[in-house]
């Protein structure tokens, strides 16, 4: 499986109703996101499948990554996705999607970098996960104890 975690662009400081799962992205945050989902659909990213944080900026952001990579079935959200949700759970909900080619998540910060490690299998790994950036992770198998190698990870920095 080609896995693909995305991380929701920039958004604002607060929301109207001061939840964080309120925030919704800037104008810039939507601008960047459309610049590296462009050059990501030019690496070829055809997501089969897309999941979601239901927190506004991640449903926003996947909205933009599915109109960018022309992806035309819904967007599944899954409390999975969250902040502060366990690198564990978010591995249960990929393996429930196993037989997907290509899975892209929208996520967020301090869930990706943790996860980016237990999916490479290196504890000791640190990902500085920048809103808007994107990274590919090949899944070999689906055991308790992920296995992925890593392809490429994409900032927005690269690319605007």
């Given at each position: 499986m080609e896995l693909y975690l995305l991380?929701?662009?920039?958004?604002?400081?607060?929301?109207?109703t001061g939840?964080?799962?309120?925030?919704?992205?800037?104008?810039?945050?939507?601008r960047k996101l459309r610049e590296i989902l462009k050059v990501a659909a030019q690496a070829e990213l055809r997501p089969t499948l897309i999941l979601s944080s239901p927190y506004?900026?991640?449903?926003?952001?996947?909205?933009?990554?599915?109109?960018?990579?022309?992806?035309?079935?819904?967007?599944?959200?899954?409390?999975?996705f969250?902040?502060?949700?366990?690198p564990n759970e978010l591995w249960e909900?990929?393996?429930m999607h196993k037989s997907e080619a290509r899975l892209l998540i929208v996520s967020h910060e301090p869930l990706l970098?943790?996860?980016?490690?237990?999916?490479?299998?290196?504890?000791?790994?640190?990902?500085?996960?920048?809103k808007g950036a994107i990274l590919r992770i090949?899944?070999?198998?689906?055991?308790a104890q992920p296995h992925g190698t890593l392809k490429w990870y994409l900032t927005p920095r690269l690319v605007v």
């Open positions: 991380r929701h662009g920039i958004a604002e400081d607060v929301s109207s939840r964080d799962s309120d925030r919704a992205l800037t104008a810039e945050g939507k506004k900026r991640a449903i926003e952001t996947a909205a933009i990554a599915a109109k960018s990579l022309a992806y035309k079935a819904d967007v599944i959200e899954s409390s999975a969250v902040p502060n949700a366990h909900e990929i393996r970098s943790t996860a980016a490690s237990l999916l490479l299998n290196s504890s000791s790994l640190r990902v500085d996960f920048k090949d899944i070999e198998g689906f055991s």
